[in-house]
């Protein structure tokens, strides 16, 4: 069978969003178009490093073409929650990130997990075989309000452990690098956290208007609807 790979070139809306509280979230990427919708199921980490990156890459754009880009922004214009009640297309695996310089567009691509490997070079391409896809085509400001939304919605969670970057319940938790020390949940304010460092470098292909698909495999207010629960809590 061919596989399915859903196209959205003017999206409505594409948000990162969850189902579920704090601790047993569920979180999901949705696309809508009119009356189309489409949402796929992913982790916490590749929501937040498919955020990172697509402000890297919205940065290295204006430097190597001279794009227009607007400035980061913790604005966030779309605070509405998922469309519910939320059907998943499919889990997702590989995601693939690209620049088509014709439309001026970030190209995103979420494709389904798989049980073995296969050729990466379908990633961005139509070609018949390979996992399905989910491919979202997003003008310069509507991918900053993305970053901006995903960020919004990961930090809705809850807060890191400063050691050992577990998410920390009320009461604490069993800090791995304390030999088991319960600390306290409130953290210094005086602490400075550094994100490991997702973003590869990314070549340019100018000759096809697209960037390398780098791939990534899968591993407070907040604008999501907890009433209905998810199928598969992941925290």
């Not at 494709?111 to 050729?119: K, S, V």
């Not at 292909?205 to 907890?226: K, L």
Request: glycine share 8%.
């Amino acid at each position: 069978m061919s596989r399915a790979i859903h196209v959205f070139r003017t999206p409505d809306r594409f948000v990162a969003g969850t189902v579920g509280q704090p601790g047993d979230r569920t979180f999901y990427l949705q696309a809508v178009h009119e009356t189309r919708i489409v949402s796929v199921l992913l982790e916490k980490q590749q929501v937040a490093i498919l955020a990172d990156r697509i402000g890297a890459l919205l940065e290295e754009i204006h430097r190597r073409f001279g794009t227009p880009i607007p400035p980061e922004s913790d604005r966030v214009g779309d605070l509405s929650p998922l469309v519910m009640p939320v059907d998943a297309e499919f889990r997702v695996g590989t995601m693939g990130l690209g620049w088509d310089a014709e439309s001026e567009a970030v190209v995103v691509e979420l494709l389904a997990i798989t049980e073995g490997e296969f050729d990466e070079s379908v990633v961005l391409d139509d070609t018949d075989e390979g996992p399905d896809a989910v491919r979202v085509f997003l003008t310069t400001e509507a991918a900053r309000e993305f970053a901006a939304r995903s960020s919004r919605v990961i930090s809705a969670g809850r807060p890191p452990c400063p050691l050992c970057h577990e998410p920390l319940d009320p009461d604490g938790h069993l800090c791995v690098r304390t030999n088991g020390y319960k600390r306290d949940a409130e953290l210094s304010k005086s602490l400075d956290f550094v994100d490991p460092e997702v973003f590869r470098h990314l070549t340019i292909q100018d000759e096809s208007g697209y960037i390398d698909p780098d791939t990534v495999e899968g591993d407070p207010n907040d604008p999501d609807d907890d009433a209905d629960p998810g199928p598969t809590p992941q925290g």
